[in-house]
């Protein structure tokens, strides 16, 4: 089993929530965000590994992910709903979800991890404040701009992506510590036969964010375990990643012109003064080479106007 060490990226201040960091392929540039910040952050990455920072938007209260959109800008899922993030750094919510938003103090919930598949749909999972059980849904944002429930009665919906051929699709529920596989429809979006493809107990941690590489393994954040794992899509692990110094990694993916970069981000919310002081890195990125490359980010290829939801 290979194992390495991921090491902290200089130069870039550190997130309170990092996550999702995604590889833009049109920009050529990394994409991730700071969830409790309500940011969406841009890094410029050389083929030697270098980052640098080119941009820092605001995109609501609390921003999930950011993905390209083929009609400009980046599409978020942020607060209860869908909003663009014009290249200017001008953002527009587009649709707030019935049954969604709010705050902590009321109970609310907000939109969470997401990704698109390779056909452009936009898969987006939410999260109540306090994580209670039973209160996430995946919604799918199609290509003619209607939004579906998918999934419903999750804890926190997280990490998403899609198997080399787009037959499988992995989504991580980071409340019960599982990752889940369905077979997938490319077709129609449609989910079928799932299945618990990996369990945490949590003493090493919960799957977080994910990624699938162009070999089919998937590449798992565990939320506590300061790690990044590697398995087959059988769930054999392959490899694991060590990130030091650093107990909630959140969310990783490939990312440079060659797509051999791992970037790996990390959080430091809800650490008290003592936690932060033991974990100066919490927030930062990490990056590690293990010998393997992944895809970029999907495009969102629908509409930015005209969203609509159905029950």
């Not at 527009?92 to 939109?111: F, I, K, P, W």
């Not at 994580?131 to 009665?153: E, F, I, K, N, S």
């Not at 990996?198 to 699938?212: I, W």
């Not at 087959?232 to 392959?238: A, I, M, R, V």
Request: charge should be negative; hydrophobic fraction near 40%; proline fraction near 6%.
């Amino acid at each position: 089993m290979q194992r390495l060490t991921a090491t902290p990226v200089p130069g870039l201040s550190p997130a309170q929530h990092g996550e999702g960091p995604t590889w833009d392929a049109g920009g050529g540039e990394l994409l991730w965000v700071d969830i409790a910040g309500g940011l969406v952050r841009r890094a410029a990455v050389d083929a030697d590994g270098t980052l640098t920072e080119t941009g820092v938007h605001r995109g609501g209260d609390t921003v999930g992910a950011v993905v390209p959109a083929a009609d400009g800008g980046w599409l978020l899922a942020a607060d209860g709903g869908f909003t663009h993030l014009a290249p200017d750094g001008t953002a527009r919510v587009l649709l707030a979800l019935a049954g969604e938003g709010g705050t902590e103090a009321d109970g609310g919930t907000r939109m969470n991890d997401a990704a698109c598949d390779p056909a452009g749909r936009f898969y987006a999972g939410t999260m109540a404040f306090d994580q209670r059980p039973g209160a996430a849904t995946l919604y799918r944002l199609d290509l003619d701009g209607t939004v579906t429930p998918v999934l419903d009665g999750l804890t926190v919906s997280n990490g998403i992506d899609w198997s080399p051929d787009g037959r499988t699709v992995y989504l991580a529920d980071s409340g019960p510590g599982l990752v889940h596989a369905f077979r997938y429809d490319p077709d129609t979006g449609a989910f079928a036969d799932g299945r618990v493809l990996l369990e945490f107990d949590g003493d090493d941690g919960v799957a977080d964010g994910l990624t699938v590489d162009d070999e089919g393994c998937l590449w798992t954040a565990l939320w506590g375990g300061g790690q990044v794992r590697r398995w087959s899509p059988e769930g054999e692990l392959l490899a694991v990643v060590e990130v030091p110094g650093v107990a909630q990694t959140s969310s990783c993916a490939f990312a440079g012109p060659a797509r051999d970069l791992l970037v790996v981000s990390t959080s430091a919310e809800g650490l008290d003064d003592a936690a932060r002081a033991a974990q100066p890195d919490a927030g930062r990125l990490f990056t590690a080479r293990p010998g393997g490359t992944g895809p970029p980010a999907g495009v969102y290829r629908g509409p930015v106007e005209g969203l609509r939801q159905q029950s």
